[in-house]
């Protein structure tokens, strides 16, 4: 049975203001590294000092929505990387989301392997690690189902 696919809606960041895991006139720290939690389901980074995680989502989250964003489905143009490195791009005194850069890497193993006497795929052609870069605004809001409960999470936008 195919996965269902969900409903994505595209730049749900509110892009004035964190979510309730910041408090109202801060921000988070100017670098800092998101991983994703399997447990959760959800990005976290470990603000220290004993301090619990902060998540994306959760009960207390970095990311506010903002509104209500255009509806298209599939998971085409998301991405759920294991490691996501943010910092204040904008050496902004007091940054909101569009004021941090976020990014990834990954390569392109299953076109790594083409056939240079012209078979195959060459659309993306990468024989290594390549990044990709958004801000903390353009996070996306994903409908999906975890242990048959429907809820939201956060992707990562994934452009090529």
């Not at 979510?19 to 801060?26: D, M, N, S, T």
């Amino acid at each position: 049975m195919p996965r269902p696919r969900p409903r994505v809606g595209q730049f749900a960041v509110d892009r004035s203001t964190w979510g309730q895991a910041i408090p109202a006139g801060q921000s988070p720290p100017n670098q800092f590294t998101l991983r994703f939690n399997n447990t959760s389901f959800d990005y976290e980074y470990d603000p220290g000092g004993g301090n619990p995680p902060v998540t994306l989502d959760g009960q207390t989250p970095l990311l506010a929505t903002g509104g209500d964003p255009p509806t298209v489905f599939g998971w085409e143009g998301l991405a759920q990387p294991g490691v996501i490195q943010c910092f204040n791009s904008t050496a902004a005194a007091n940054p909101l989301p569009p004021d941090f850069e976020c990014i990834f890497e990954h390569s392109h193993e299953r076109w790594a392997n083409v056939d240079e006497s012209g078979e195959g795929d060459f659309r993306g052609l990468s024989t290594g690690i390549h990044r990709h870069g958004f801000t903390m605004a353009e996070w996306v809001l994903v409908e999906v189902r975890i242990a048959g409960q429907l809820e939201t999470r956060w992707f990562a936008p994934h452009k090529h």
